[in-house]
């Protein structure tokens, strides 16, 4: 219901706006046509004053006419410099208009997705204390209940932890710390923890050793760990998800591939920005919130670096990142 009231609202201030800038532009040609009327009637009235048998009759008849088409011509040039200024405010707006309004839309998705992210872990925490507080288990069943409410609660770090820094990294309040880390470590320590995650699920690791890079290491396994959970979401469970990580001369490359669906080629710049999801939330079936894709846009714009999707064969997605080292 609330969907269907911000689509009408949405079509009646279209709408205004439409009706308004033709309104504009119809005033705008209704004042040229006026007073270029007007300018050739005083015109007229000038040549009627004038003596037929005035020596100077051809030069002020010339006068005339030349002064006319100069007010034509002043007519006109204001009336290109107005329209052009009517159009350029009108292009600005409909795209300041469009853009608040699909921030809106997607800052909407972002909370329907936050709360279900909130709410899912929150509830199984929930039911996994209470079957150990109102029933004896045996020892394993006990610490699979105990894992899974581990793992739940990361979940909720993980989320906490996005929207934190990407209310600190947007502000510009956060700062990084720079030091030099064993990149090579870092990445084979993500990658090993996502596989005792999810034992499930086929984790390679492809990582050169003696990489050293400056930088924090909270923030490079934020990267790291938004890449490949973002790999995990978006492929089957049996197919194989990648970790890449060796060094070119002066660059540093990050490789997450998975065997997934892909993405067609007008959303992979999209998916970079905040808030923004393939879908929507009714439909989508990977959960997310559209923050860490952005984290790791913001988090190599910070670095002096590049990140980027390419399609991945037979199926699936390669997300690069490239540092670059000294």
Not at 158 to 170: P, R
Not at 235 to 251: F, H, I, Q, Y
């Amino acid at each position: 219901m609330m969907n269907l009231f911000s689509k009408h609202k949405l079509a009646v201030l279209t709408s205004v706006y439409w009706v308004m800038l033709l309104y504009m532009l119809t005033a705008l040609l209704w004042w040229f046509i006026a007073l270029n009327h007007q300018n050739k009637i005083m015109a007229e009235l000038r040549m009627q004053d004038l003596q037929q048998d005035d020596p100077q009759y051809a030069i002020k008849e010339k006068g005339i006419i030349v002064e006319k088409d100069r007010k034509t011509a002043q007519f006109i040039g204001e009336g290109t410099i107005f329209l052009a200024l009517i159009l350029i405010g009108a292009v600005f707006v409909y795209r300041a208009t469009r853009r608040q309004l699909r921030l809106s839309h997607q800052q909407q998705n972002f909370m329907m997705a936050v709360t279900h992210e909130l709410k899912t872990p929150i509830a199984i925490t929930r039911l996994n204390l209470e079957t150990l507080i109102k029933r004896k288990l045996e020892l394993d069943k006990q610490e699979r209940l105990i894992n899974n409410t581990i793992q739940e609660t990361d979940r909720l770090n993980v989320l906490c932890n996005n929207i934190l820094l990407a209310s600190q990294l947007d502000s510009g309040s956060y700062h990084i710390t720079k030091q030099e880390i064993d990149l090579s470590k870092l990445i084979a320590g993500c990658a090993a923890d996502f596989q005792t995650r999810f034992p499930k699920r086929k984790i390679v690791t492809e990582v050169q050793e003696g990489i050293y890079f400056q930088s924090e290491e909270l923030i490079l396994q934020m990267l790291a760990n938004n890449l490949i959970d973002n790999a995990l979401k978006y492929s089957p469970n049996g197919s194989e998800v990648t970790v890449a990580l060796k060094k070119e001369n002066k660059r540093i490359l990050l490789q997450v591939s998975d065997e997934g669906e892909g993405m067609p080629d007008d959303e992979k710049r999209k998916i970079f920005h905040k808030f923004y999801r393939i879908g929507n939330e009714n439909t989508r079936k990977a959960k997310g919130t559209g923050l860490g894709l952005y984290l790791c846009r913001k988090i190599m714009e910070d670095h002096k670096g590049k990140i980027s999707v390419m399609d991945n064969l037979p199926s699936g997605s390669i997300f690069t990142a490239i540092f670059h080292s000294s």
